[in-house]
Nanobody, 125 residues
Framework: VHLVESGGGLVPPGGSLRLSCAIS????????MGWFRQAPGREREFVSA????????RYADSVKGRFTVSRDNTKNTLFLEMNSLQPEDTAVYYCAAAVDFTSRLFTTADEYDYWGQGTQVTVSS
């Protein structure tokens, strides 16, 4: 199983980015996919999660209303649309996949089984 993130970059405050996570090796129907981020000197933190089959989603309070998670079943790709970006959103963003077949939307890193290599998002003027 491989998860490969892309779409990161440098944007000014108020800008937008769309991250992608290409998934290969298996599908995660009925499973939870997640986005996490880690800033320098800080622990990895939950950003968003989605059930691949139902589309039910969940967000951290810090990104609610600004970020939107989605998936493309035909391309086996997970997305994170990020709007109104602020300097505090600067971090390496990771996508993650859980193997457990459950309706729960996991919010802690140790509940996920597969991780991508991360993509850097920098918000600065």
């Amino acid at each position: 199983v491989h998860l490969v993130e892309s779409g990161g970059g440098l944007v000014p405050p108020g800008g937008s980015l769309r991250l992608s996570c290409a998934i290969s090796g298996r599908t995660f129907k009925g499973r939870t996919m997640g986005w996490f981020r880690q800033a320098p000197g800080r622990e990895r933190e939950f950003v968003s999660a989605v059930n691949w089959s139902t589309g039910r989603d969940r967000y951290a309070d810090s990104v609610k209303g600004r970020f939107t998670v989605s998936r493309d079943n035909t391309k086996n790709t997970l997305f994170l649309e990020m709007n109104s970006l602020q300097p505090e959103d600067t971090a390496v963003y990771y996508c993650a996949a859980a193997v457990d077949f459950t309706s729960r939307l996991f919010t802690t890193a140790d509940e996920y089984d597969y991780w991508g290599q991360g993509t850097q998002v920098t918000v600065s003027s």
